[in-house]
């Protein structure tokens, strides 16, 4: 291929890169999808077709034809034209480059975007989750006021029935007061009645001693008389009868004293035991008195802290009921942030998905100028990854070959979890083959350019069986020291990574923010062995000029 046909198809991709960036840039202001900035491409690409054709190669055809044939003189139109088409040339690899360090600055912003874009959208799941809680969490809070508001309500009826209760037991205690007084008043009546029946059983008592006496007396005198009767014989017969009669009146006289002073006795001993018992019951009583007003005391007591209650559960009642309605409020306003934070989820998710697509076509035009143009900053890159991953290849094929490592155990997709890791770390079938034979490709290739971070083979599911030893320090237990000082064995399994390992085109090229924070371009090439895709080597570098 001479200078011509390079200056045209430099020209020509020119164009054509132009194009597609337009379509980038204009399609989202106008609202279109990637499917439409993807039928812009494709219409640029067929504009620059067309243009090759029609401006670049009939013309250097023409002036090929006379420059062999001898008929293009030097003051030929066509000589001019291609003279015009060098310059033209120089001004095509001049944009190209122009447009290629534009191209790779617009990747590294698309994956600014993305990435802002993942960021918001998990704040806002984030935000979602949390007001969904909120939400919840507002209704339950609503319920258990409403709840607390019915219970305060019925804690005020119950608070003014015990009020009244209190009252007609006040009133009842009024009333056998009142009672136990009369009782108290007509005790001691009848401890004075019976005081003075005392008293007076014992002047009977008195009496009947002294009729008694008589009755001794009496029976002594008719017992004199009769013997004087009987002296005296026929003559005193007649008053010895009178003498008998008059002791034998004499002796039931003692007898019925005595019998008297028998039951005085046992009435004052009665009398005596009553009036004991009457003066413990008017103590009883006089004591149950004094409880009883003490009781109507505390009865007061417990009507006006039935008042205070009272005022103060219908107080809390009406402020539940405030506070129910506020509540209501602020559930519907938590409904209504939730309702709105979620349509900004869809539309964040949607902005994220579309912000990738742009990424992604970033990235592909920033491929597709590191593919043809040797001046990309991207080609050299390309060209190392491309060998690093046939010498890999090579030494997968050569261990194969010598019985060091069989084909199923290099393709064995199995990960056994490494315990005591975090983040986890796996360990595979190969990777005590891959730690001896992978450092010695990945970090010649890694030490080879100062942009360079990382330069590591990684599986389909983006397992990374040897990472380069700046970062495949021993687990140290400490998972923020881990996350980048122990990359060994990890599963990178984040969308950048799984594409690594998984495609099979000439090279995929990705700008992304790693889970550390830094810009990076991430260049990957497929790995084969034995004609059998086994993953893919990755080139992790700086963008220029960072």
Known sequence: MDLLDRAAIIWGVGIAVALGIVCLWVAPLLGLDAASMLIGLVLGLAVAAGYLIARVLEPIEKGIAGLNDGSLAEGHPLRAQCQQLLEDARAGKALVETLSDSADKN???????????????????????????????????????????????????????????????????????????????????????????????????????????????????????????????????????????????????????????????????????????????????????????????????????????????????????????????????????????????????????????????????????????????????????RAGAAQIGELFEQAIEQGKLSESALFEKKREPIPNTSPQQYSSAFDRFTDQVLPAVQESIKNSHDAIVFSIACAPDGYVPTHNRDFAHPPTGNPEVDLVKSRSKRLFNDRTGIRCGSHTQDMLLQTYRRDTGEIMHDLSVPIFVNGKHWGGFRIGYRPSGH
């Open 107 to 385: 990747a590294i912003s698309a994956a600014e975007v993305s990435y802002a874009a993942d960021q918001v959208k998990k704040r806002l799941d984030r935000q979602v989750e949390e007001t969904a809680q909120m939400a919840d969490y507002a209704g339950k809070i609503t319920e258990s006021v409403r709840e607390s508001s019915e219970q305060a309500t019925n804690a005020a009826t119950m608070a003014l029935q015990n009020r009244e209760v209190s009252v007609e037991g006040r009133q009842a205690l009024v009333s056998a007061i009142e009672s136990v007084r009369i009782v108290h008043q007509q005790s001691g009546e009848n401890l004075s009645l019976i005081q003075a029946l005392n008293e007076k059983s014992t002047k009977i008592q008195g009496v009947t001693s002294t009729i008694q006496g008589i009755a001794e007396q009496t029976n002594l005198l008719a017992l004199n008389a009769a013997i004087e009767a009987a002296r005296a014989g026929d003559q005193g017969r007649g008053f010895a009868v009178v003498a008998d009669e008059v002791r034998q009146l004499a002796g039931r006289t003692a007898q019925a004293t005595s019998e008297v002073a028998e039951t005085l006795e046992e009435i004052q001993g009665d009398t005596s035991l009553i009036v004991a018992r009457i003066e413990d019951l008017a103590r009883s009583v006089e004591q149950g008195l004094t409880s009883v007003e003490s009781v109507g005391a505390q009865l007061d007591l417990i009507r006006d802290q039935s008042d205070r209650v009272q005022q103060q559960v219908a107080r809390i009642a009406e402020i539940d009921q405030a506070n129910e309605q506020s509540l209501e409020q602020v559930f519907s306003v938590i409904e209504s942030v939730r309702d709105h934070i979620a349509e900004s989820d869809s539309s964040v998710a949607s902005l994220a998905d579309q912000a990738a697509t742009l990424m992604e076509l970033a990235e592909n035009a920033n491929a597709a100028f590191a593919l043809n143009s040797s001046q990309s900053y991207h080609r050299s890159f390309f060209d190392q990854a």
